[in-house]
Every structure is written in structure tokens, then in C-alpha cells.
């Protein structure tokens, strides 16, 4: 069954710049399909979330001025189910029957490569967060922009700090699995350009099924041939998967590095087995960056807390920021026609509480790093890179005799 939740509709009584009747109020609707069902179901409810909590302090805020009017934010979702086939019908259904001119991302690099050729050919402005595939800004899209670092980005931190931590990095072997989706083969890409840069050594480099149930055989051989690093990308049931089954095979590795770490929420869920993990991400509440909405980074995971009562994922974080940009971009646009928000679009040059956010040409964020945390008794610490770190590395991790 098709649901549709229509979010956050506040009236508003002041608009900036002074008092506003509610009559004097306009409404721009986003659109966005989302995972609510299916196998991204937890990372789409986080999607929603963070979309949902910059409309709301966006909207308490006074909205956003457009012109001499100022608007609420309104967003209406569809559930895609997990499927790009479905989300693209949604999309469809969006702009063609709700009248959208303007769309959120949806939840991973294949729905969102999935959207992005409908909303290219309506011409509807798309802010994602959760499309990192490099491979969307190789198509020559114009109305696509994306808030978050791209995938080839992930691991290659991992990789690099493998090296530094050796005197001789091409002595170095490397295990890697990666789901074979858009997504994790790009951070396949990123991360055998530098493996290839330090000359290190490939020894395992398997391909996960998207319907991800089992590990055991890329374990198994990482176990027998003892790399010096281990690399894996398969989203969160990927990462949960990784850690419970290295700990029920007592796989030794020095370094482990996985994507979707916190969202599968590996610390909380499996304790002790997953000390010394590393994990790929986009964003972390200790950063120091800050806004007039949210305020700090630590502040926006304090009120994402408070507000759904449970630890804020980067990818809630990246969906908020996404709407902020529309925001950002309607204002400087001074109107609600789609070309000239996508002009505005393409200018964005701002600094969040998620990191500052400038697009190049292809529609990419080319000035936000990513990062790598480490789970050090229970907490997700940030290592690395050191300029961000919160805390040293811990390495190499002991075997599982000696933990």
C-alpha cells in the first residue's frame, strides 16, 4: 500500500523581518521519496527525520523569506519501498500530480541514481544527501547537487592511515569486500587508487550480493591469509553482519575499517566485538562546525536526540543540512522559479552545522572531508583525520585471546 506523510505544516505568526499574518504565509512544498520499507528502511527513517527537523526549526524560525513573502516549508513523502524503480514512479507522481518543483534526495546511490534522470528531464532542482556514488556526477546532470563528501572518499582515510602507521607501506596486504552496489564499488574505486599509490597488496577483493545474509566466506579468508587491513562497504546490514561474524569466527586483523558503522549502530548492538572497529563517516557531533539554525554540531545531535531518542546518525545530519540549502537558495534567488533556484543552487557557498557546503560543476560537495571514527569502549571516537581527532588511534587491534 502506497502512504504518503505529509510533514510539518506550521502556521506561522512572524516572518523575518516583522509580524505576518497567517494569510500573508506562503507554502513551498518539497517532495521526497524515501525508504520507509525494505532493506533501507532505518536509513530512510533517519533521512526523514533530519529532513523533517530543519523544515520544523526552519518554519519556527520565521520560514524562509522569498522576495517580500515569506513561506513555510512543507514536505510531502512517499515511501519508494527500497526499490529505484519505485522511487523514479514516485518522483514521477510528485512533480506530475502533487505539483512539486523542488525535491529531497531519497535514501542510497542507487535510488537516487534511480530519480535523478526525472528530475533532469522536468527540470526540477534535486538536494540530496544520501546519493554519495561518484558516479551520479559523471552524467553531466544540472539539477542535481548533493550536500555530502562522494564515495570514493569513504575508506580511502583507512587505507592512508594504514600507511603512515608503517614504515614500509607496500609490505602492507589488503582484504576488501564490497556490496556490489553503486555505492560500495565507488568506495572500491577510491580505495585501490591508494592502495595502488602506496604499492600495497590485494589479497582478498570479493563482491557481496545486494540481499546481504552471510560473510563467512570473505572471513574465512581473511582468516587464513592474515592481512594487515581489512575493508568492507554494505551498508548497515553489511557492517552489523562484519562484526558479529568476525567475533563468531575470531577473525585477527590489525585494522578493520567499515562504512555504515553508527547507522547499523554496531557499538550499541554487539559491545565488546566491536572495539577497535573503524568507521567511515560523514559527519560527527564533536566536529567544530556551527549555524545560526542549529548552532553547534554537538547542538544539533543534543536536539536530534531529544527529538527521536536515539543517537543522531550522519545521515540524518546530511539530510537536515540538504534542506537548509534549499532554504539558503530560495532566499538568495528571490523567487520560486525552478531555473533560478537552480542557479542559486549551483552558488551555494555556505557553512553548516553539518560542514560548509560549495558544489562544483558536476553538482558535488567539494569542500566537506570525511572521517573516521574509532569504537573505543563503547563511544564512537573520532581518529582521524588528526586535524578533527577527538582521541588516538588504538592499534594494532589485539586478537581475540587477548581482548
Known sequence: ???????????????????????????????????????????????KNGYDLAAKLINEAGGVKVGDKSYRIEIIYYDDESTPARGAQLVERLIQQDGVK??????????????????????????????????????????????????????????????ALNEDPSKLRVAMAFENDPFSQDVREGVLEDIVKHGMKVVVDDKLPPELNDMSATLTKAKALRPDLLLISGHDKGAALAVRQMADQRVNVPMVALTHCDSAQVAEKFGAAAEYVLCAAQW??????????????????????????????????????????????????????????RDALSQTDMQTFYGPIKFDETGKNVSKPTVLFQIQDGKYVVVYPREFAEGELRWPTPPWSER
Open 1 to 47: 500500500m502506497r502512504s504518503v506523510v505529509t510533514g510539518l505544516a506550521l502556521l506561522l505568526v512572524a516572518a523575518f523581518g516583522g509580524a505576518a499574518s497567517a494569510e500573508e504565509t506562503g507554502v513551498i512544498k518539497l517532495g521526497a521519496a524515501v525508504s520507509l520499507t525494505g532493506k533501507y528502511s532505518s536509513n530512510g527513517q533517519f533521512t
Open 102 to 163: 523542488f525535491l529531497l534526495g531519497p535514501y542510497s546511490s542507487g535510488l537516487t541514481e534511480a530519480i535523478a534522470p526525472v528530475t533532469e528531464k522536468y527540470g526540477v532542482p534535486m538536494v540530496e544527501a544520501n546519493g554519495a556514488a561518484v558516479s551520479l556526477f559523471r552524467k553531466g546532470y544540472r539539477y542535481l547537487f548533493a550536500v555530502l563528501s562522494t564515495t570514493d572518499q569513504y575508506l580511502r582515510a583507512a587505507v592512508d592511515l594504514a600507511a
Open 284 to 341: 560527527a557531533s564533536t566536529l567544530k562546525y556551527e549555524d545560526a539554525l542549529f548552532g553547534s554540531a554537538s547542538d544539533y545531535a543534543a536536539l536530534y536526540e531529544a527529538t527521536y531518542n536515539h543517537v543522531a546518525p550522519y545521515q540524518a545530519a546530511e539530510s537536515s543540512a540538504a534542506v537548509q540549502v534549499f532554504a539558503d537558495a530560495f532566499e538568495r534567488a528571490g523567487t520560486l522559479e525552478p531555473d533560478a533556484v
